[in-house]
């Protein structure tokens, strides 16, 4: 069973920065299209960023040239850089397959909190 963890969150000032990882317990960033989500409260979940396996990237509207993802295969791990963020960013952040029916269990998120 494949793990997920994040991390990377914090309380930030609007205008900041910050970079988000994404640890998997397995080889799994070259063979899945990867993305990372966000959850605001009381709304719904939403797809922030997308890198395939082949490495093209896409990104939601709302972030893009202030995101980027990328990722490491060696290290199994994915990250989110984050910048100029914005109070709407503030979110619990979590990674996951792009693709729903091939979903792993959720991780537990990393919150962030931008201040105006």
């Known amino acids: 069973q494949v793990q997920l963890v994040e991390s990377g969150g914090g309380l930030v000032q609007a205008g900041g920065s910050l970079r988000l990882s994404c640890a998997a317990s397995?080889?799994?960033?070259?063979?899945?299209?990867m993305a990372w989500y966000r959850q605001a409260p009381r709304k719904q979940r939403e797809l922030v960023a997308v890198i395939a396996t082949g490495g093209r990237t896409n990104y939601a509207d709302s972030v893009k040239g202030r995101f980027t993802i990328s990722r490491d295969i060696a290290k199994n791990t994915m990250y989110l850089q984050m910048n100029s963020l914005k109070p709407e960013d503030t979110a619990v952040y979590y990674c996951?397959?792009?693709?729903?029916?091939?979903?792993?269990?959720w991780g537990q998120g990393t919150l962030v909190t931008v201040s105006s």
């Open positions: 996951n397959t792009y693709l729903r029916t091939r979903y792993y269990a």
């Open positions: 397995g080889s799994i960033f070259s063979i899945n299209d």
